[in-house]
């Protein structure tokens, strides 16, 4: 990476809000904690006005962007209708930019529906990709070439990245910023924008950080957001109650009818997907990481991880 590394957002018509605003957030924070990323934003030579009504100021065309190698450009999802529309594919000028780019070694990322401009441009062909779930049944008939990947967060192919959908662009741009700045900045930046927990490229486009937060229960989100953060104190379920100002019986049962699981078989599905992105740090021993999640030693996490559906490898 450069001394300054220039992260270039272009907005598309149509576009959708968050699959843009959610990774320029990411690195405008990185920027602010002083990693060396200038912003820059560019369109298709033509107003914008998002899916939402959201219109955009004036903004230089693409053509005008000089990057260098080093350097990202994002493309964020869009409505489905402009991408299947005559006048995307008349871009032949942009689309010949973005090969141009990457020619070069400016890395291109997608974001959602983004995946839809690389394919159109021929810079797919024959690479791992993904897009939303709701898309990739017609990425891969759209075009045949790709190798799309079913339920993937985010892929990497000789410097193209793809990424699912709205908040996966999140999960992406941090990665990113970990490939730059290491694994603690990273935390800290997804720390600063109160993200759950970052995923990474293995993880599904499902997260156990999400999947059992489906209800209206303030005291069961707190308890759940304390367990998330707090997994190396082994907390007793008596010290859970107290957290939430419920008795054990009451806790116990209400947990388990808004969510669906137990509070056990929970902090264990917590406590693997922590161990899961804390095995692709290389400076942490098994011993550390089975106390960083609150296991009793190594011992327990290796037994627990062969009795879970897990597929991957446990060093």
Request: net charge neutral; proline share 3%.
């Amino acid at each position: 990476m450069s001394p300054t590394s220039q992260v270039i957002f272009v907005v598309p018509p149509s576009v959708h809000v968050l699959d843009l605003t959610g990774p320029v957030q990411v690195f405008y924070e990185a920027a602010e904690y002083g990693a060396p990323y200038r912003l820059a934003y560019c369109s298709l030579g033509i107003p914008v006005t998002s899916s939402a009504g959201l219109n955009f100021g004036a903004m230089a065309s693409f053509a005008d962007i000089e990057a260098q190698p080093g350097d990202s450009i994002f493309l964020p999802g869009m409505d489905m209708a402009y991408l299947r529309s005559s006048a995307f594919k008349q871009e032949t000028d942009f689309f010949d930019w973005l090969r141009q780019q990457h020619k070069k070694g400016v890395n291109l990322c997608s974001v959602c529906t983004g995946a839809f401009i690389l394919a159109q441009a021929g810079l797919l062909d024959g690479r791992k990709c993904t897009t939303h779930w709701k898309r990739i049944e017609e990425l891969q008939t759209t075009y045949p070439r790709l190798v799309v990947q079913h339920d993937k967060l985010f892929t990497k192919d000789t410097g193209i990245y793809t990424s699912a959908g709205v908040t996966a662009g999140i999960d992406l741009a941090l990665a990113i910023v970990e490939e730059h700045q290491g694994p603690l900045f990273a935390t800290k930046i997804a720390r600063e924008l109160v993200v759950y927990f970052r995923r990474g490229e293995g993880h599904s486009q499902k997260s156990v950080y999400l999947d059992y937060r489906n209800h209206m229960n303030v005291a069961i989100h707190r308890m759940q957001d304390w367990l998330i953060t707090n997994l190396e104190a082994n907390a007793s379920l008596e010290e859970l109650a107290d957290i939430v100002g419920m008795s054990t019986r009451n806790l116990t049962r209400t947990f388990r009818k808004e969510t669906g699981t137990t509070i056990n078989a929970y902090t264990t599905l917590l406590r693997l997907e922590l161990a899961h992105t804390l095995l692709h740090n290389p400076g942490m021993t098994m011993e550390a990481i089975a106390a960083k999640c609150g296991f009793r030693d190594a011992r327990q996490l290796r037994r627990i991880w062969k009795k879970s559906d897990s597929v991957l490898t446990i060093k």
